[in-house]
Protein backbone atom coordinates (compact mmCIF):
# COMPACT_ATOMS: atom_id res chain seq x y z
CA UNK A 1 0.00 0.00 0.00
CA UNK A 2 0.92 3.61 -0.01
CA UNK A 3 1.65 4.09 3.49
CA UNK A 4 4.38 1.14 3.51
CA UNK A 5 7.90 2.10 3.92
CA UNK A 6 10.38 -0.72 3.54
CA UNK A 7 8.28 -3.47 4.21
CA UNK A 8 6.92 -1.76 7.21
CA UNK A 9 3.94 0.48 7.38
CA UNK A 10 4.10 4.47 8.26
CA UNK A 11 2.30 5.65 11.50
CA UNK A 12 -1.02 7.06 11.20
CA UNK A 13 -0.79 10.76 11.56
CA UNK A 14 -3.41 13.33 13.14
CA UNK A 15 -6.66 12.50 10.78
CA UNK A 16 -5.56 8.54 10.38
CA UNK A 17 -3.55 9.92 7.23
CA UNK A 18 0.17 8.58 7.23
CA UNK A 19 2.37 10.94 8.93
CA UNK A 20 4.74 12.58 6.65
CA UNK A 21 8.37 10.73 7.04
CA UNK A 22 10.09 13.16 10.16
CA UNK A 23 6.31 13.43 11.28
CA UNK A 24 5.71 10.60 13.25
CA UNK A 25 3.11 12.04 15.91
CA UNK A 26 1.17 14.02 13.25
CA UNK A 27 -0.56 17.32 13.96
CA UNK A 28 -3.91 18.99 12.70
CA UNK A 29 -3.29 20.32 9.14
CA UNK A 30 -2.15 23.69 9.09
CA UNK A 31 -4.35 24.06 5.67
CA UNK A 32 -7.52 24.01 8.08
CA UNK A 33 -9.11 28.15 8.08
CA UNK A 34 -11.83 27.88 10.72
CA UNK A 35 -9.35 26.04 13.44
CA UNK A 36 -7.94 29.36 14.98
CA UNK A 37 -11.06 31.04 14.60
CA UNK A 38 -13.09 28.31 16.86
CA UNK A 39 -10.60 28.36 19.13
CA UNK A 40 -10.24 32.27 19.61
CA UNK A 41 -14.78 31.92 19.32
CA UNK A 42 -14.29 29.23 22.47
CA UNK A 43 -11.71 31.56 24.68
CA UNK A 44 -13.92 34.19 24.04
CA UNK A 45 -17.02 32.63 25.36
CA UNK A 46 -15.20 31.39 28.09
CA UNK A 47 -14.20 34.50 29.28
CA UNK A 48 -17.77 36.21 28.82
CA UNK A 49 -19.65 33.42 31.17
CA UNK A 50 -16.94 33.79 33.86
CA UNK A 51 -17.91 37.66 33.84
CA UNK A 52 -21.29 36.94 33.88
CA UNK A 53 -21.23 34.80 36.86
CA UNK A 54 -19.01 36.89 38.79
CA UNK A 55 -21.35 39.66 37.85
CA UNK A 56 -24.50 37.29 39.41
CA UNK A 57 -22.51 36.02 42.50
CA UNK A 58 -21.76 39.78 43.47
CA UNK A 59 -25.40 40.47 42.69
CA UNK A 60 -26.51 37.64 45.46
CA UNK A 61 -23.79 38.50 48.07
CA UNK A 62 -25.31 42.20 48.40
CA UNK A 63 -28.73 40.98 48.66
CA UNK A 64 -27.63 38.71 51.65
CA UNK A 65 -25.47 41.35 53.38
CA UNK A 66 -28.84 43.73 52.82
CA UNK A 67 -31.07 40.80 54.23
CA UNK A 68 -28.48 40.22 56.72
CA UNK A 69 -28.76 43.97 57.96
CA UNK A 70 -32.32 44.14 58.24
CA UNK A 71 -32.80 40.75 60.52
CA UNK A 72 -30.09 41.75 62.96
CA UNK A 73 -31.98 45.50 63.12
CA UNK A 74 -35.14 43.39 63.86
CA UNK A 75 -33.43 41.24 66.41
CA UNK A 76 -31.74 43.98 68.30
CA UNK A 77 -34.90 45.91 68.41
CA UNK A 78 -36.99 43.14 70.05
CA UNK A 79 -33.43 42.67 72.44
CA UNK A 80 -32.95 45.94 73.44
CA UNK A 81 -37.10 47.38 73.71
CA UNK A 82 -38.43 44.90 76.07
CA UNK A 83 -42.00 45.06 76.64
CA UNK A 84 -42.08 44.03 80.69
CA UNK A 85 -45.08 41.77 81.23
CA UNK A 86 -46.27 39.23 83.59
CA UNK A 87 -46.75 35.62 82.06
CA UNK A 88 -50.25 34.34 82.14
CA UNK A 89 -49.49 31.31 83.93
CA UNK A 90 -47.82 33.42 87.10
CA UNK A 91 -49.77 32.72 89.99
CA UNK A 92 -48.46 35.44 93.35
CA UNK A 93 -48.35 33.89 96.31
CA UNK A 94 -48.03 30.63 94.99
Do not use: F
Amino acid sequence: SGGEVGGLERAKGYWGVPAPRGDIGGSPPQSHPRLPQALGSRGHVCAEVESQTRRRVQAMQGGQAQGKERVLRQLLRLVCAPHPQLHPNYRQGA
